[in-house]
């Protein structure tokens, strides 16, 4: 059998022109101000932790691109009942992450290493079954690369030190998660 659709190849097009543009310019066409903000800062502590600026670029930009592939897929109503349950399920995750990292930095020495990393561990690990089906190997390789990096507990010991350098950073991250909860995006 001929298995035709040109609306599955558009959407591959979509999908293969988003992901070769993942720059700062067009990816403020898809990523709102405070989104983008929260990658800046994400970016500067990737770079100030790892000391290598390609690998920070090169984790932000998997983060876009997988970010812009979903949207694509849910515009394009490509989840099926159950995987919109899942996807459910992320969202509630990423919003439990999002509350926690805000915990941890608004108490002092509340901050546990392996609970941020357990969320952000789920998330991955949620995000992998969500895309499973609609995604290529190569990006799931790019999610489990940024879940992993930004899960790692010496990164986040070091992001939630108190008195440690990427204290600012950290502030401007939690502000942004923050008015992202009050408008409701995650």
Excluded: W
């Excluded at 983008?36 to 932000?60: C, P, W």
């Excluded at 459910?88 to 941020?116: C, P, R, W």
Aim: hydrophobic content about 35%.
């Amino acid at each position: 059998m001929d298995h035709f659709s040109s609306k599955d190849m558009a959407l591959s097009a979509q999908k293969k022109i988003l992901s070769r543009m993942a720059t700062k310019s067009s990816v403020q066409m898809f990523i709102d101000d405070t989104t983008s903000e929260i990658l800046d800062e994400l970016y500067r502590v990737s770079k100030g932790y790892s000391g290598n600026k390609t690998e920070a670029q090169k984790v932000i930009k998997d983060l876009v691109k997988i970010a812009v592939k979903i949207g694509l897929l849910f515009r394009n109503n490509r989840f099926s009942t159950e995987e919109l349950g899942i996807a459910t399920d992320f969202k509630k995750k990423l919003h439990q992450g999002a509350m926690t990292a805000i915990s941890f930095y608004e108490v002092d020495f509340t901050f546990d290493n392996g609970v941020m990393s357990e969320l952000l561990t789920s998330c991955r690990d949620l995000l992998l079954k969500l895309v499973n089906t609609h995604l290529t190997p190569k990006s799931h390789n790019r999610i489990s690369h940024v879940f992993n990096h930004y899960s790692d507990p010496e990164l986040l010991t070091k992001l939630y030190d108190p008195s440690g350098t990427f204290r600012p950073n950290l502030t401007k991250i939690c502000k942004g998660l923050d008015k992202l909860m009050e408008d409701g995006t995650i």
